[in-house]
């Protein structure tokens, strides 16, 4: 599992050949970016669930701003690539300005389409006015690239649900028991049918990616 380096983790089940892939993004340029907090809790979560945890960090790993002439082509793009093409679930984490997705997030998701296809999003966003606008925008891409998505997003705002680097309100302690719960369920189902449906000659909207 590749975790921020301040971050430590709880003994965990010790993943295996069938475990739920997870690539978690945390979206924000932020040192002291709150998403980034709770998306590593989330990240530490899945881990104790047995998931197999990549934790992206945009701040320690930024993408030059997306050109579609060259970007495909520069030489950090591939093994970025196989991080995102290994991935059963993607877990998007954002800060929400001005009612829209962080230009760092929308960066990375501007470099894959194919990559995503079949696969499970789950988004969650830091927002002062419940980041409905922003789950929507994360849920549209998640549409237009032929993935699915959790049927609701996580919002917190940092104020009121985190004391010094962590998590501390109950209800968003709640919130994040169930998606993590939810991400490895339902991020199992889908990668099964997926690989399936790849391995398979049924019709169906996977059949463009064989």
């Not at 983790?9 to 993004?25: D, F, G, I, M, N």
């Not at 945390?26 to 104790?48: C, F, I, Y």
């Not at 991935?87 to 998701?109: E, Q």
Request: net charge negative.
């Amino acid at each position: 599992m590749n975790l921020p380096p301040a971050m430590t983790t709880q003994k965990q089940t010790a993943p295996s050949e069938s475990a739920v892939r997870v690539l978690a993004v945390a979206g924000s340029l932020n040192s002291g970016s709150v998403t980034r907090v709770v998306v590593g809790e989330a990240a530490r979560q899945l881990a104790a669930l047995g998931c197999t945890v990549d934790f992206l960090d945009l701040l320690q790993e930024p993408l030059p701003l997306y050109n579609p002439d060259i970007s495909h082509d520069t030489p950090a793009f591939p093994a970025l690539q196989r991080r995102v093409e290994q991935a059963d679930v993607v877990l998007l984490g954002t800060p929400d300005y001005h009612g829209c997705i962080s230009s760092a997030m929308k960066n990375f998701l501007d470099h894959f389409w194919r990559e995503f296809a079949g696969k499970l999003f789950a988004t969650i966003v830091a927002s002062h006015e419940k980041g409905l606008t922003v789950t929507d925008q994360l849920r549209t891409v998640a549409r237009q690239c032929y993935a699915w998505t959790l049927p609701y997003g996580l919002s917190f705002t940092g104020e009121e649900d985190l004391t010094d680097g962590k998590v501390s309100g109950a209800a968003l302690a709640e919130r994040l028991e169930m998606m993590t719960r939810d991400i490895a369920v339902y991020g199992r189902m889908l990668a099964t049918q997926r690989r399936a449906d790849l391995a398979s000659t049924e019709p169906g909207f996977m059949a463009r990616l064989r």
